[in-house]
């Protein structure tokens, strides 16, 4: 059970826990300050001329207008 040195303390040390990581597993609550992991921090790369020619590439074959931003990119 919990580490205590009053049993009674112990078992409700142990119930609490369990239900707390159980209830954070279930619901997929995150435990760190990171809140959201798709989060990008710092400012994008620019494309290299080879990731704006492939953009434009696609963009020529499926007939699409150039509206997209070709400046940056996810690093």
Request: charged share 35%; aromatic share 6%.
């Given at each position: 059970?919990?580490?205590?040195?009053?049993i009674?303390?112990?078992?409700?040390?142990a119930?609490?826990?369990?239900?707390?990581?159980?209830l954070?597993?279930?619901?997929?609550?995150?435990?760190?300050?990171?809140?959201?992991?798709?989060?990008?921090?710092?400012k994008?790369?620019?494309l290299?001329?080879?990731?704006?020619?492939?953009?434009?590439?696609?963009?020529?074959?499926?007939?699409?207008?150039?509206?997209?931003?070709?400046?940056?990119?996810?690093?």
């Amino acid at each position: 059970l919990g580490q205590n040195t009053d049993i009674a303390k112990a078992k409700g040390s142990a119930e609490t826990y369990a239900v707390k990581y159980f209830l954070q597993k279930l619901f997929l609550i995150p435990t760190s300050d990171n809140l959201d992991p798709d989060k990008v921090s710092g400012k994008p790369r620019e494309l290299t001329e080879e990731e704006k020619k492939q953009v434009e590439e696609v963009l020529e074959r499926h007939k699409l207008k150039a509206s997209i931003n070709t400046t940056h990119a996810k690093s």
